[in-house]
């Protein structure tokens, strides 16, 4: 059987396991496609947070997007990866999250998105949390208290 300490999991909070803004890879709303899949490419991620020139948050552009909006009737239009711009595109129907915000609310979070953004209560980006900062602690916690009983 499973055994959980909910205080345990609730000692942690958002600000402490996400990934701080400063190394987190992101493009601006008024760039072009090209530079957004750039950035995808090169750094390896499937999707980064798109800020605004103040370094608030919009939303996240991801390669499967981008590849959508290339698609035309027929054939690729690569010509798009210049004439659209990433806030034309890009997903702004994403959850958020305080450096507050508790464990479990950030577990409920992570469950349908592998990464959510943090920010404050005025947009600004504070960063991102990962699916795997959350299961890091998880797995610890499951692993040393189950080995105790
Ligand atoms: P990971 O848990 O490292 O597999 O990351 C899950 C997802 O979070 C990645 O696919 C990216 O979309 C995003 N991500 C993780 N780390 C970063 C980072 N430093 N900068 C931008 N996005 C990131």
């Not at 450096?99 to 991102?128: Q, R, W």
Request: glycine share 6%; hydrophobic share 40%.
């Amino acid at each position: 059987m499973i055994s959980l300490q909910r205080e345990e999991l609730e000692k942690y909070y958002v600000g402490e396991l996400m990934i701080p803004s400063e190394i987190v890879a992101h493009v601006q709303g008024g760039n072009p496609l090209e530079h957004a899949l750039l950035v995808l490419v090169k750094s390896g991620y499937s999707a980064v947070p798109v800020l605004d020139a103040k370094y608030r948050l919009q939303g996240t552009i991801s390669k499967t997007i981008i590849i959508e909006n290339m698609l035309g009737v027929e054939q690729f239009e690569l010509d798009k990866l210049s004439s659209v711009r990433v806030e034309e595109v890009m997903n702004t129907d994403i959850p958020c999250l305080k450096k507050e915000d508790s464990f479990s609310k950030a577990l409920g979070e992570v469950v349908n998105h592998p990464f959510v953004c943090v920010a404050d209560e005025n947009g600004y980006f504070d960063g991102i949390l990962t699916r795997r900062a959350i299961l890091k602690p998880l797995n610890k916690h499951f692993h040393t208290y189950n080995n105790k009983m």
